[in-house]
Nanobody
Framework: VQLHASGGGLVQAGGFLRLSCAAS????????MGWFRQAPGKEREFVAS????????YYTDAVKGRFTISRDNAKNTAYLQMNSLKPEDTAVYYC????????????????WGQGTQVTVSS
């Protein structure tokens, strides 16, 4: 499956963005989906994931209550709604496909999008 992330940009602290991850190729609904982020000089870290149907989700503590992951299998697209953004959310955000949404390590993900930059100014 090929993944293409979009929707990043520059936003002020307290603002919001919605990232999209469009999939093509193999059946999108066959995979659980996740979002990761990587700030300069830091390792790639898990943000959120959801199962194939979107009714189960998993978040890192830093984004709970602010970010929401979802998917629309009819549109072959996953989303990450990011509210109440903070400067520490600044990073390149990646979407990825996996066999289990419970994985929170990059090594558990099979396919990756190219990343989209999110910058939150204070």
């Amino acid at each position: 499956v090929q993944l293409h992330a979009s929707g990043g940009g520059l936003v002020q602290a307290g603002g919001f963005l919605r990232l999209s991850c469009a999939a093509s190729g193999r059946t999108f609904s066959s995979y659980d989906m996740g979002w990761f982020r990587q700030a300069p000089g830091k390792e790639r870290e898990f943000v959120a994931s959801t199962n194939w149907s979107g009714d189960r989700t998993y978040y890192t503590d830093a984004v709970k209550g602010r970010f929401t992951i979802s998917r629309d299998n009819a549109k072959n697209t996953a989303y990450l709604q990011m509210n109440s953004l903070k400067p520490e959310d600044t990073a390149v955000y990646y979407c990825a496909a996996t066999t289990s949404y419970r994985y929170n390590s990059p090594s558990g993900y099979l396919y990756w999008g190219q990343g989209t930059q999110v910058t939150v100014s204070s």
